[in-house]
């Protein structure tokens, strides 16, 4: 693996081929860093959508992806229109497995108490590409002790 400097940091050519199908008539999402995990997802509707408080909508992307199988795409906030403007992903993270090859979709809620405008082109979400591992049950009778236990909600405490 080739290593490199960019604004600073080094860094490791980590780049996966991914394909890619874009029905919207915005640019592919791409990384606004080098250190970047997440590329913005953006809104490809029509016309403008109005989200009223505490409404949700499915907000289509136009974009379509292969998966390798291992990987799954997260569907995640953008963190400066969940704290400016209180509108951010309902099913956080949401995930895309890589198996499906429908249109990415954005399931967005305003949780503000002020209508928020929704328009095309408009960087509404983001995706982050990351390994998966399956797991395999294995039934057994008890468990090994640890000293939280069944300690639950809450139980280690605050500070």
Known sequence: MREFIADGIKTRNLNMEIKIINKSNHDLPHYETIASAGMDLRASISESRILKPLERSVVGTGIFIELPVGMEAQVRPRSGLAAKKGVTVLNAPGTIDADY?????VILVNL????????????IAQLVIAKHERAEWIE???????SRGEGGFGSTGVK
Do not use: A, K
């Open 140 to 146: 057994v009778e008890e468990l090994t002790d640890t």
């Open 112 to 123: 503000s108490n002020q209508e928020f405008t929704i328009n095309n082109g408009e960087r």
């Open 101 to 105: 090859r429908g249109e990415i979709g």
